[in-house]
């Protein structure tokens, strides 16, 4: 197998050395992925190869991400992998959030599982393997929190230094926690997460640190593994639907790219559809998929919702996303504040739990079939991307019936559980017992 970078548009498709450091093609400007001379005819033995690796205790078959490099671009470069055995992640059946979405069966893929509790991992021990195998010191990526708390984790584990940038004032305290007990340098901007990234993009190679955002194309490919690893749990059946969270479009444009490279190698008959839902105050991609014309993209200027994670106005791997619809007969839903928090709710119900934009999805998949656009019967997996813990605030908020949208509006807490404050009296508490 030979791996290469490529330049993603059709017209240009320049191809560049693995040890290249891009982000953009120098000739046109598109953006770039990794892409691979496979002799598919060695791919029959891979599947049961990959179900024996599961049973090894060395690092890399422990590893959900490593397990499958015959499909990454480290052939020669194993010893360079950094790896906190992120993957692995369940997949979950839910019935009472079936029933809410009005789905006779949904199942969850769990990401908040992953090491630092999002599907940032994946893609981070790519990407920081890449930065040592590049020789980095110095790693950096902008963030609405998760990517940052994986590249801090990964870069400290690998012995590198993490720079962060943050938008100010708007990231949950878990995700802030994490970075800076993983030793992050940690710098907080007075802007939002577009404008931080136009930033950071014009310091990066002047400062010869190595930029870890998804626009990195080793970060897709780790993340891309999330797609083979759901095949192989799901015996290679393939679901009707895969439902996720849309921000920075990084993850549809992975999610793509694992499904149709397994099924140019012939792993699985057909690709899923892909559906990204995106928070109605931060849907740019929602606004250009619909618009008639599809000229140029315009950005969202100042997104706003409380599901920070997906705050995100100005989506760089748009035109992957984009190509992920079209060669999947996917789309993009958008919801509301409000049916996000109530979704939540529902995911904690069931005792699975996440964070505020992965609840998104349960929130699209019932306004799609509300549309009539999802079938009942059909067979649907949501990636939950992020741990419930990760923005507690929210959670407390929304049991309390304090919680409000970003104009000003109250979410109703249709769902909420307040704690109770009770008297230091067993006969009271018992009494209260005898209602359950
Ligand atoms: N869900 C969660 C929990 C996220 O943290 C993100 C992105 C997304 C969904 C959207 O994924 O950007 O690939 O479309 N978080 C980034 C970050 C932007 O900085 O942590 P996407």
Known sequence: MQAFLACFESGCRAKFALSEVLYNCPRCGGLIEVDYEWNEANTAPWKELWRERRMDNAPLEQSGVWRYRELLPFDDAQSQVVTLREGNTPILEAPRAAKYAGLDRILFKHQGFNPTGSFKDNGMTCGVSQANRLGKQVV??????????????????????????????????????????????????????????????????????????????????????????????????????VVMPGGNLGNASAFGKGFSELHRLGLIDRVPRIAVIQAQGSAPFYHYVQSVERGRFSAVGNPETLATAIRIGDPVSWPKALSVLEHTDGLVELVSEQEIADAKAVIGQTGIGCEPASAATLAGIRKLRSTGLMGKGDRVVAVLTGNVLKDPDYIYRYHTGTLKAPNGEEIVSHFGNRAQIVENDPAKIIELLRTL
């Open 140 to 241: 950096a990526c902008v963030s609405t929190g998760n990517t940052s708390a994986s590249m801090s984790a990964y870069a400290s584990a690998a012995g590198l230094k993490p720079v962060i940038f943050l938008p100010h004032g708007n990231i949950s305290f878990g995700k802030l926690a994490q970075a800076l007990e993983y030793g992050a340098l940690t710098l907080q901007i007075e802007a939002n997460f577009d404008q931080i990234l136009a930033l950071v993009r014009l310091i990066t190679d002047r400062a010869g640190v190595y930029l870890l955002n998804s626009i990195n194309p080793f970060r897709i490919e780790g993340q891309k593994t999330m797609a083979i690893e759901m095949a192989d749990q799901l015996d290679w059946d393939v679901p009707d639907w």
